[in-house]
């Protein structure tokens, strides 16, 4: 899902001025974000981290962020085609608290830094709907 703006259009087929056109999605804004980091355990082909040291690395620098909530647990990934044991860290925000993605970059490259990684992998999801339930 994606979006393409252009500004000031002339001499165009489909118009003149501002042009918005939507790719997938129904064109509302996100209700909230799924954001997922992925964090194998390896340092230069060495398992070196376990799932609570990962976790509580990015308890601290997503701390700083002012996030407190995620979930994570261990899966097996597989880098440059070798099986890893990793990380999932899931993070769920509600659109009125805010897109944290920028934030969240910048705590996972301090992570990376300290982990000794050669990358994490960092990705965004738009949710339509997020609802806490209790």
Excluded: C
């Amino acid at each position: 899902m994606g979006s393409i703006h252009a500004n000031n259009i002339k001499d165009s087929i489909i118009s003149t001025g501002d042009v918005n056109i939507t790719i997938g999605g129904d064109g509302r804004d996100p209700k909230g974000w799924k954001y997922e980091i992925r964090v194998g355990h390896n340092v230069a082909g060495l398992q070196t981290w376990t799932t609570d040291q990962v976790k509580e690395a990015f308890s601290r620098y997503l701390a700083d962020i002012e996030i407190h909530d995620f979930e994570t647990g261990e899966t097996i990934g597989s880098w440059k085609g070798e099986p890893e044991d990793s990380n999932l860290m899931v993070i769920i925000r509600r659109a009125e608290d805010g897109d944290a993605y920028d934030q969240l970059k910048v705590a996972v490259k301090m992570a990376n830094a300290f982990l000794k990684q050669e990358a994490i992998l960092t990705t965004k999801i738009n949710l339509s709907e997020v609802d806490f339930v209790s």
